[in-house]
């Protein structure tokens, strides 16, 4: 059974950090596309960040780089996202997402992965 499961949602002040887990099973962890979209209320689901194992591609939406940070640790079948300097536009559900392609491709897949996580809501305050 394939499983996806989120962790470290919750509250910050604008300017804070917060660190999001992704913790997979069911599946080749190397072989997939693991990473994070966000939806915000009354907004479309938004590609954030990316990381292939198997080569160490990542990728990120340009309002988030150089503030967040994304990771694997293929022993724990783990994908973090570490997000510092928050914003209020940061706020929303962060799902958990695989699927076989490019890290290139992620922001186009916003509703097609493979495999989901149920979300973790992010809030931030200003």
């Known amino acids: 059974e394939v499983q996806l499961v989120e962790s470290g949602g919750g509250s910050a002040q604008a300017g804070g950090s917060l660190r999001l887990s992704c913790t997979t099973s069911?599946?080749?962890?190397?072989?997939?596309?693991i990473g994070w979209f966000r939806q915000a209320p009354g907004k479309e689901r938004e590609g954030v960040s990316c990381i292939r194992s198997r080569d160490g591609n990542i990728y990120y939406t340009d309002s988030v780089k150089g503030r967040f940070t994304i990771s694997s640790d293929p022993a724990k079948n783990t994908v973090y996202l570490q997000m510092n300097s928050l914003k209020s536009e940061d706020t929303g559900v962060y799902y958990c997402?695989?699927?076989?392609?490019?890290?290139?491709?992620?922001?186009?897949?916003?509703?097609?992965?493979?495999?989901w996580g149920k979300g973790t809501l992010i809030t931030v305050s200003s």
């Open positions: 997402g695989a699927g076989l392609l490019e890290v290139a491709g992620w922001p186009h897949y916003r509703y097609g992965m493979d495999y």
């Open positions: 069911g599946f080749t962890f190397e072989d997939y596309t």
